[in-house]
């Protein structure tokens, strides 16, 4: 949702495309793995590498992927809920502090979201997408892309691939975004973003108080 968000914010694509391609991926991801057969898990205070490991051990039960790289030692996981399970214990038993499954309805962001971008490959291949006015980092590979046909892909690849999020906030900062703005609800991305790189700003607008110390601040970040 986020970066088909930023899609419409570059004049990437109109809102309305974008809406109407959001509820599609939303009706296909419900029908592409059948409720109660998939599960995702939080893993934290774990290293990236082992959360894979326990994947690979975990996977002869089905599919499970770390598929949300949301910060230093927390990774999602998801896949098959059998082959989930097994992870958990696995990262429990290879020193996890926490090991927790989500209250969510699909395995997002793995491969049993294929058949959900070839559903919508020509949906996306008719709308039109035209060079970002304001780049936009990519979950897919944690990067800019311009050209207007390789973000079709991407955002198709964002489906079933990993959300990169350690990747997008680091290239943020690289390419000089030392203040972030958080929209919407919670300060989830906030406090994923402090754990990642503590010398960037948050600011949220999640409520009409936040709204404006947010203005405030960002005014006097300017004037520095």
């Known amino acids: ?5 930023a899609l ?3 004049n990437v694509v109109e809102f309305s495309a974008a809406v109407a391609i959001v509820r599609a991926r939303g009706a296909a991801m419900q029908r592409a793995v059948p409720s109660g057969e998939g599960a995702m898990a939080a893993i ?12 690979l051990v975990a996977c002869g039960d089905g599919v499970v992927d ?36 989500l209250p969510v309805s699909a395995p997002f962001h793995t491969s049993l979201m294929q058949s959900v971008a070839d559903e919508l ?28 046909k390789l973000i079709k892909s991407l955002m198709l690849e964002q489906i079933y691939k990993p959300v990169l999020w350690v990747d997008c906030v680091l290239a943020l900062k690289a390419q000089g975004a030392h203040t972030l703005v958080e929209c919407g609800p919670g300060k989830v991305l906030s406090g994923l973003v402090k754990r990642i790189d503590k010398e960037i700003k948050c600011y949220g607008l999640d409520m009409p108080s936040s709204m404006d110390s947010t203005m405030v601040a960002l005014e006097f970040n300017r004037g520095e």
């Open 1 to 5: 949702m986020g970066e088909w968000s």
């Open 66 to 101: 770390a598929v949300n790289y949301n910060a230093p030692g927390q990774v999602v996981i998801a896949g098959h809920a059998s082959a989930v399970n097994i992870a958990i214990n696995e990262c429990k038993a290879a020193g996890a502090k926490r090991a927790l499954a």
């Open 8 to 10: 419409v914010c570059a």
């Open 44 to 55: 934290i205070g774990l290293d990236d590498s082992a959360v894979r490991a326990a994947c």
């Open 121 to 148: 490959a020509a949906m996306v291949s008719l709308t039109t997408f035209e060079s970002p006015k304001i780049p936009v980092v990519h979950n897919v590979h944690g990067a800019t892309e311009s050209d207007a």
